[in-house]
C-alpha cells in the first residue's frame, strides 16, 4: 500500500502524467454524463413507476441524484477541457 502510494506521488509529480489524467478524468466525466446519465435517469423513471416495495422504485432518488450530479460533471468537465 506504501509502495503503491509512493509510486502513484513520483507519477504525480511531473506535469504530463498529471494533465493527462486530469484529460481522461474528463472524458469519462463527458461520456458518463451523455451516455450513463440519461440510462440511469430512466432507470430511476421506471424505477418511480414500479410498486413502492420493489427495490428499484427504493433505489430511484439516488438514481436521479447520480444521474444530475453526473450531468453536472460532464458540463464542467466539458468547459474545462476547452478554455
Do not use: D, K, Y
Request: proline content about 8%; charged content about 5%; overall charge positive.
Amino acid at each position: 500500500m506504501v509502495t503503491a502510494l509512493t509510486l502513484a506521488v513520483v507519477v504525480l509529480a511531473r506535469e504530463s502524467p498529471r494533465h493527462w489524467l486530469a484529460m481522461a478524468l474528463t472524458n469519462v466525466c463527458i461520456v458518463g454524463g451523455v451516455v450513463a446519465a440519461p440510462v440511469v435517469s430512466l432507470a430511476g423513471w421506471v424505477g418511480m413507476a414500479l410498486p413502492p416495495r420493489a427495490p428499484l422504485h427504493a433505489a430511484a432518488p439516488m438514481l436521479f441524484t447520480t444521474a444530475l450530479i453526473w450531468l453536472c460533471l460532464a458540463i464542467v468537465g466539458a468547459h474545462a477541457q476547452n478554455p
